[in-house]
């Protein structure tokens, strides 16, 4: 149980365009969600956190405009990076807390790679 | 505040040999710690997690951490390591409950060499 799913796996984009990463709790509902970033051999930083019905909460540093984030239903959220450029290029990991539980779980992430 | 620092990047050890992975926090109140496992392009696999019960913890694949209050620590180790094991492995803290944030630490690559 507890399964987090991202879509795609692996994404390419050309500079400009926007890209959309799906993050979904495959066997449970998620009211809360977290979207972080990884730059190579570094650790995981937290661009925000997602909750259902509401606004995302970001981190500090975080563009809001650049990096959309919609929490439309308990078992989905999406991050969209607008108009991609290279600098964005990143792995990005979602997670899901399950409900009275203290624990995230994590999705497989998603390779961004803008040329 | 709550941080997490893990001491030593890069981590060799030998096939066989005692894996140490070092994991200091701090919080202002009590933790939630755990370990996590990352192989390349893959997320975050739990191997264990302290939540105020056990102080030793055992995790999957041999691992296990021991909850050290007095030293603000929560190293993971495993008796002998395997080539599997390569990997890299972040410990997060948290104050726990629906919606709290994770703190990591910047991560340890452990090379286990033949």
């Known amino acids: 149980g507890a399964v987090v799913s991202q879509h795609p796996s692996r994404v390419i984009c050309k500079s400009g365009t926007s890209v959309k990463i799906e993050c979904r709790s495959l066997d449970f509902q998620a009211t809360t969600m977290f979207w972080y970033r990884q730059f190579p051999k570094k650790s995981l930083m937290l661009m925000a956190t997602?909750?259902?019905?509401?606004?995302?909460?970001?981190e500090q540093g975080v563009e809001k405009d650049k990096f959309l984030i919609n929490h439309a239903s308990l078992t989905l959220s999406t991050l969209t990076v607008t108009s991609a450029h290279p600098e964005d290029s990143s792995f990005y990991i979602c997670s899901a807390s399950l409900p009275n539980h203290n624990e995230q779980f994590f999705g497989p992430g998603t390779r961004l790679t803008v040329l | 505040a709550q941080s997490v620092t893990q001491l030593g990047s890069h981590v060799s050890v030998s096939e066989g040999a005692l894996v140490l992975l070092r994991c200091n926090y701090s919080?202002?109140?009590?933790?939630?710690l755990f370990w996590y496992v990352q192989y390349p392009n893959q997320g975050l696999q739990l191997l264990l997690k302290?939540?105020?019960?056990?102080?030793l913890v055992k995790g999957i694949n041999g691992f296990e951490a021991e909850f050290k209050k007095s030293e603000t620590s929560f190293h993971l180790t495993k008796p002998s390591a395997h080539m599997s094991d390569a990997a890299e492995y972040f410990c997060?803290?948290?104050?726990?409950?629906?919606?709290?944030?994770?703190?990591f630490g910047t991560g340890t690559s452990l090379t286990v060499i033949p």
């Open positions: 997060a803290v948290s104050e726990g409950g629906t919606g709290n944030q994770f703190y």
């Open positions: 997602s909750n259902e019905g509401s606004k995302a909460t970001y």
């Open positions: 919080s202002s109140v009590p933790p939630y």
């Open positions: 302290y939540t105020s019960a056990a102080t």
